[in-house]
């Protein structure tokens, strides 16, 4: 028998698959939208629930989600002000112009649900199998149906496998833990670049509450034997432990999972399936960041399922929803698929360091396009440029006449 909407009517307004920060996103703005709408939201873990992540929460997460009326998620977690980057014997510490959170995903996932609830939204725990479109509606594997649904489901997408099936995009694998914070990585956020696959980097971020989120991550080599499966667990903490010694004797709650990242031009088919997040391939190639990415999409598809809800049409949700997006990621993206690209020759990674180094607005910029939605300023791009000239033109050393 269908499940029905608690009201008993046949098809609910919209269904959300997940409840991550897109999914509980997606909710939210839909029903900040449209206050009445009839919101399901739906995920295969009850909360509180882990989620393997570096749990940095950069602060355009908090201005997205006060849009939606959201506010205080961060209560009770210390803001950090200081970001270190490093590679070999390049460093720079820089202030940030705005804070950035430290909150495990146990506690700031289940706060985000909790406000989708209280706004109105359903949850349930259900793991989905598969949706398909039945004439304008959709149907989900247990016969649940939407007029519109968002597919919130994370990494290992479903839904995106029902709706867009073919090759996934270029994938990260990283593994964190929870270490004691050392003292000299107090109330900081430490990121040091590793010398494989690029991404690759180590990171020890301070919670505040006397333990660090720990991990290393670097990109999937697609073409290796085993479909990039070379990457064990093995070589992921050695890799840490190489890059940021001492850390792993004295970490647990070790997990590992895949980031989907995003490229040159962002896709999301026609009709009344929308995908966010992780699910649409939404993680920034160069840094590894995805909550702000989510959150921005789930918003964006909550309010776009709203809108082509109340004008009787959920299939016009999805190109909606597509320009959408674009409008507020579409360069932005281009640029982070350039400058990952380049931050794959060790001398750039070098260059943007020296340079934020000597300049705060170049540091800005890259925090910006790290954790933002920042684009390629001049002044970013000057600053490369003079510090790779520099490099190219500084004399060799001498050898040492004996
Ligand atoms: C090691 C690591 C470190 C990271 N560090 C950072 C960081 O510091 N900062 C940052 O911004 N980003 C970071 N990211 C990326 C970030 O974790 C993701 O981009 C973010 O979680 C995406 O949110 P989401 O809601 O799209 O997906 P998720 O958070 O993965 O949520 C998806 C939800 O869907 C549910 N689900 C999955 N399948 C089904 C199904 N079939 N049926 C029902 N429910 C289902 C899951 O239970 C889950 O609750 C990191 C990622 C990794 C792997």
Same mark, same amino acid.
Request: charged letters at 25%; a positive charge; glycine letters at 12%.
């Given at each position: 028998?269908?499940?029905?909407?608690?009201?008993?009517?046949?098809?609910?307004?919209?269904?959300?698959?997940?409840?991550?920060?897109?999914?509980?996103?997606?909710?939210?703005?839909?029903?900040?939208?449209?206050?009445?709408?009839?919101?399901?939201?739906?995920?295969?873990?009850?909360?509180?629930?882990?989620?393997?992540?570096?749990?940095?929460?950069?602060?355009?997460?908090?201005?997205?989600?006060?849009?939606?009326?959201?506010?205080?998620?961060?209560?009770?977690?210390?803001?950090?002000?200081?970001?270190?980057?490093?590679?070999?014997?390049?460093?720079?510490?820089?202030?940030?112009?705005?804070?950035?959170?430290?909150?495990?995903?146990?506690?700031?996932?289940?706060?985000?649900?909790?406000?989708?609830?209280?706004?109105?939204?359903?949850?349930?725990?259900?793991?989905?199998?598969?949706?398909?479109?039945?004439?304008?509606?959709?149907?989900?594997?247990?016969?649940?149906?939407?007029?519109?649904?968002?597919?919130?489901?994370?990494?290992?997408?479903?839904?995106?496998?029902?709706?867009?099936?073919?090759?996934?995009?270029?994938?990260?694998?990283?593994?964190?833990?929870?270490?004691?914070?050392?003292?000299?990585?107090?109330?900081?956020?430490?990121?040091?670049?590793?010398?494989?696959?690029?991404?690759?980097?180590?990171?020890?971020?301070?919670?505040?509450?006397?333990?660090?989120?720990?991990?290393?991550?670097?990109?999937?080599?697609?073409?290796?034997?085993?479909?990039?499966?070379? =990457?064990?667990?093995?070589?992921? =903490?050695?890799?840490?432990?190489?890059?940021?010694?001492?850390?792993?004797?004295?970490?647990?709650?070790?997990?590992?999972?895949?980031?989907?990242?995003?490229?040159?031009?962002?896709?999301?088919?026609?009709?009344?399936?929308?995908?966010?997040?992780?699910?649409?391939?939404?993680?920034?190639?160069?840094?590894?960041?995805?909550?702000?990415?989510?959150?921005?999409?789930?918003?964006?598809?909550?309010?776009?399922?709203?809108?082509?809800?109340?004008?009787?049409?959920?299939?016009?949700?999805?190109?909606?929803?597509?320009?959408?997006?674009?409008?507020?990621?579409?360069?932005? =993206?281009?640029?982070?698929?350039?400058?990952?690209?380049?931050?794959?020759?060790?001398?750039?990674?070098?260059?943007?360091?020296?340079?934020?180094?000597?300049?705060?607005?170049?540091?800005?910029?890259?925090?910006?396009?790290?954790?933002?939605?920042?684009?390629?300023?001049?002044?970013?791009?000057?600053?490369?440029?003079?510090?790779?000239?520099?490099?190219?033109?500084?004399?060799?050393?001498?050898?040492?006449?004996?």
């Amino acid at each position: 028998m269908m499940p029905a909407p608690e009201d008993g009517r046949r098809t609910w307004d919209l269904v959300v698959v997940g409840a991550g920060p897109a999914g509980a996103a997606a909710a939210l703005g839909a029903l900040h939208a449209r206050p009445g709408l009839r919101v399901l939201l739906l995920d295969r873990a009850g909360f509180p629930r882990d989620k393997c992540c570096g749990d940095g929460i950069a602060p355009h997460v908090f201005d997205v989600l006060r849009g939606v009326g959201v506010d205080g998620l961060a209560n009770g977690w210390t803001p950090l002000r200081r970001l270190e980057l490093s590679r070999e014997d390049q460093v720079v510490t820089g202030r940030l112009a705005r804070p950035v959170w430290v909150i495990p995903r146990e506690v700031f996932d289940a706060r985000l649900v909790d406000r989708a609830v209280a706004a109105g939204a359903v949850l349930r725990r259900r793991r989905v199998s598969a949706v398909r479109r039945v004439g304008d509606r959709v149907v989900l594997d247990d016969g649940t149906e939407a007029r519109v649904v968002v597919g919130a489901d994370g990494a290992h997408s479903v839904v995106r496998a029902s709706v867009a099936p073919g090759p996934a995009g270029r994938r990260a694998l990283a593994i964190r833990g929870y270490a004691p914070t050392s003292a000299a990585r107090h109330r900081r956020q430490v990121i040091r670049y590793g010398d494989r696959r690029q991404p690759s980097y180590a990171w020890a971020f301070d919670r505040g509450d006397g333990l660090s989120n720990v991990g290393y991550g670097e990109l999937v080599d697609d073409h290796a034997e085993g479909g990039g499966a070379g =990457l064990t667990r093995t070589l992921l =903490l050695e890799q840490l432990e190489r890059l940021l010694p001492g850390t792993v004797p004295d970490a647990d709650r070790w997990r590992a999972h895949h980031l989907p990242l995003s490229g040159w031009r962002w896709e999301q088919p026609d009709g009344p399936v929308l995908l966010s997040g992780d699910a649409a391939g939404l993680i920034n190639p160069m840094t590894g960041e995805g909550i702000f990415y989510a959150v921005a999409t789930g918003v964006l598809a909550g309010r776009c399922a709203a809108r082509a809800i109340a004008d009787g049409d959920g299939p016009a949700a999805g190109h909606a929803y597509r320009d959408a997006v674009r409008r507020l990621l579409g360069r932005h =993206l281009k640029h982070t698929w350039v400058t990952a690209r380049l931050s794959r020759r060790p001398e750039v990674v070098d260059a943007g360091i020296r340079a934020a180094g000597r300049s705060q607005g170049v540091f800005d910029d890259l925090v910006e396009i790290g954790l933002g939605d920042g684009r390629i300023t001049p002044r970013l791009a000057a600053g490369l440029a003079t510090e790779l000239v520099r490099t190219a033109t500084r004399p060799a050393p001498q050898p040492i006449p004996r």
